[in-house]
DNA sequence: TATGAATGAGTCTTCATTCAT
DNA sequence: CATGAATGAAGACTCATTCAT
C-alpha cells in the first residue's frame, strides 16, 4: 500500500535472492517469498510471470559482467610469448575475475551451484564450451604466431584448465575468502600455471 | 509374476539410476520409476525401504572403491622428491583415478553431481576435505624431509587441488572420454603439473 | 467462485465438524471432506493450515467455556456443610454444566470421543486430574473450616468422583437428552451424591 | 521352522497384544506384528483370516468372563432390601468386577480403550445398554417385592450408574491400582453408593 | 495494483490383503 | 506351512500458476 511499487519488486527480488540462495532455484517456494515481502503470493505475478524470470532477474548482472569478461579476454593483447614469462597478463585476467567473484559474490553462488531446475542451469558448462573454444583459437594463433612452440595439447586439457576458472570461482565464494587469501591464491596460481604451460609449450 | 524376483530389483536399480542422472535425486519421482519399470508404486517398498536406500544402493560399490584408492593414496611411498622429477608416482595415482572413473561412470556423475537432498549429498565436500588434509600433511612431512624446499604454500591453494581431483573426474565422466583420450591427458596434466608444484617448492 | 469465501470456510468447518464425529481425528480424511465441500483438497489449505487447525478452530469456543466454568467451580462460595444439605449449591454446578452440555452437544463430543490424534488428545485427561486437585484441596479446607467431619477419603474415590462430571456430559450427549430429562436426572444425582457424601464425611 | 505351529500363533497374539495395547487397533500395523513375531506378513493369514480375527482371539476369554459376569450379577439372590444395608451384597458384585480387572487387565485396556475400528468398538456401549437394562427390570422386580420403596428413577440416571461399573475398571486400569488400593476404594464406593440409593429409594 | 480463492498434479510412504509358488 | 511379490487405495500436504474481482 503504502510501499512504492519498485520497492516492492526490489524486495521480491532481495527475499528471492536469499531464498534461491539457501534452498535453490527448485526448492525455493514461492509462498515462502511472498510471505516474507509481506505480499501476495498472486501478486508477484504482478512483476513477474514466474518463477525463472526472477531468477533471471537477479543473474542478469552477472551474466553481463560475465559476457563482458570474456569478451574482453578474447582480445589480441594476449598474444605474446610474454603472456607465460611475465605475471602481468595473467595477473590482469585473473584480477578481472577477483572483480567478478567480489561484485557478485551471491549471484555466482546462485549461478554456479544453485541453478538446477532454472533456464541457467546449464550456463556453467556453456562458460566452459566457450572458455575452451577460446582456449584452442588462442594456442591456433599463438602457433602461428611462435612456429617453434608446442601447441600439441588434448581438447580435453584445454578444457579441464577452462573450467579450472569456474571452479577456482566457486571454491572461492564457497570459503568465503577475504582480498588478502584470494590475492596469495592468485600469485600462487599464476606461478604454478605459467611453470606448467611452459613446460609444455616447450618455451625455452 | 513372470518376471523373475532378482530381474525386478535389478531393473529397479537400473531405471533409478537413469531418472538420478537425468534430474538428480531430489527430483527423481518414484512414480516414475515404478511406471518405467512397469511395477507398482508401492511394490518398490518391497525391494527397498525408501528412495535413499536405493541412491546408496547404486553408490554402494562406488563408494567402496573411493574408500579404498583414498587409503591406497595415503600411503608413505610418496615422500620422495622423485615424486616430482619421475612420472612414476603421479602416474600411478592418477592411473588409479582412471580405474575409478571408467569403472565408476555412471556412479561418480550421480555422486557428483547429481545427490542433492540425499544422504551423499556432503561426500563431494568431505572427499576434498579429507584430500586437503592429506596434502597438507603431505607438504609437512616433506618439509621435514627435505628442509631446502618451500612449502609456504596457501591452504587454500592445496585446497584448490585437491578439489582438481574431483573435478577432473567430473569432466572426464560428463565428456565420456575413452580411454586414449584418458592417458593422453593424465601424461599432458602430470607434465603441468610437476612443473607447477617444482616451480611453487623451488626445488632447483 | 459464486460461493462466496466465508460461506466455505463455514462449510468446511461443519463438514469437518460431522465427519470428525462420525469418524473420530484420526480416521478422518481431508480428502473426504473436500469432497463433501465440493472443493479441491488443496483449496482447504488457503483457509487451514493443517486438519489439527480444523479441529481446534471448532473446539475454540467450547474450551473458552470449559476454562471459564473451571475458574468459576473453584470458588470459595462453597465452602460450607450447607452444600450437602441443601440443593442449591450442587444445583448450581450442574446447571453450569448442563448449560455447557445443552451449547456444545457436538463439540463435547469431539473433545471428550473423538479426539485422539489431534493436539487435544489429552484434554480429558488433564481436565480431570485438575478436577482431582481442586477436589482435594476443597476436602483440605473443608476440614479445616469443621474440624468433626471426615475427609478420610482415598485420592483415587476422589478422582472417579471427578471424571463422573465428564463421563455423565459424554452420557448426555451421546443419548441427546432433552432439558427436562437432564434437569430430572440432575436432581437425581444430587441426591444421590448429596446422601453419599454426607454419609462419607460422617455429617451428622 | 524349528517353531511349533501353535507356539507361532500364540506368539503372534502375544505381540499383537502388546502392539494393540500400545497403538490401539486401527494404528497396529500386520507388518509390525509379522516383524516382531519373525515371521512373514503374509503368513499371519494362515494363521488368522485378518486383523479383526486376531483382536477377536484376544479378547475372546475377557468377553466369555464378562458374559458370565453379567449372568451372575442377574440372579434373584439381589432382590432382598438387605441388599441396601449390609455390604455383603454389593460387596460380592464389586468383588466379581475386581477379579475381571484383576485377571483381564491388559484386555480390559484393549476393549475399552483400543478396540476403537475393531468389530468390539461398541462392545462398551453394549454392556452397559444391558446393564441398564438389567438395572431397570431389577427395580421393578423390587418394587414388586416391597410396594412400600419408591423407583421413580430415570432410566438415564440407572444409565448412568450402569456406565460407572465400565468407567470404574477403566480408572482402575488406567491408574495401575493395585490390590488394597483397589479394596479401600471399593468400600468407599459401596458407603457411597448404599447411602445414595437409600435416599433415592426412600428406604428407611 | 492487489487480493483471496481455486486448481490439478505432484510429493513419499504405509496400509491390509491376496495370490502363485 | 511358508514365502516374496504384487496391488490399489489411501494418508496429509505442497507446488506454481491462473483468474475473477
Given at each position: ?78 598474444l605474446t ?37 532454472s533456464s541457467y542451469e ?83
Amino acid at each position: 500500500m503504502q510501499t512504492k511499487k519498485e520497492n516492492i519488486r526490489q524486495q521480491i527480488l532481495e527475499i528471492a535472492r536469499d531464498e534461491f540462495t539457501m534452498h535453490g532455484f527448485k526448492d525455493t517456494s514461492m509462498r515462502v517469498i511472498a510471505l516474507k515481502a509481506g505480499i501476495t503470493l498472486s501478486n508477484i505475478y504482478n512483476y513477474f510471470r514466474n518463477k525463472d524470470e526472477i531468477f533471471r532477474e537477479i543473474l542478469y548482472p552477472l551474466i553481463g559482467a560475465i559476457e563482458k569478461t570474456l569478451s574482453d579476454h578474447n582480445s589480441n593483447d594476449n598474444l605474446t610469448l610474454d603472456y607465460f614469462s611475465t605475471d602481468d597478463y595473467q595477473s590482469r585476467d585473473l584480477k578481472r575475475m577477483v572483480t567478478l567473484v567480489e561484485n557478485y559474490k551471491t549471484e555466482l553462488k546462485l549461478l554456479l551451484f544453485k541453478s538446477s531446475g532454472s533456464s541457467y542451469e546449464n550456463y556453467r558448462e556453456e562458460i566452459t564450451l566457450r572458455n575452451t573454444e577460446m582456449g584452442l583459437e588462442y594456442l591456433k594463433k599463438m602457433k602461428e604466431k611462435y612456429p617453434s612452440i608446442s601447441v600439441d595439447v588434448s581438447t580435453f586439457f584445454v578444457h579441464v584448465m577452462s573450467s579450472m576458472w569456474l571452479n577456482i570461482m566457486a571454491e572461492i565464494i564457497s570459503h568465503s575468502l577475504n582480498h588478502e587469501q584470494i590475492t596469495k591464491f592468485i600469485s600462487e596460481y599464476i606461478e604454478f600455471g605459467t611453470a606448467g604451460w611452459q613446460k609444455l609449450m616447450k618455451i625455452i
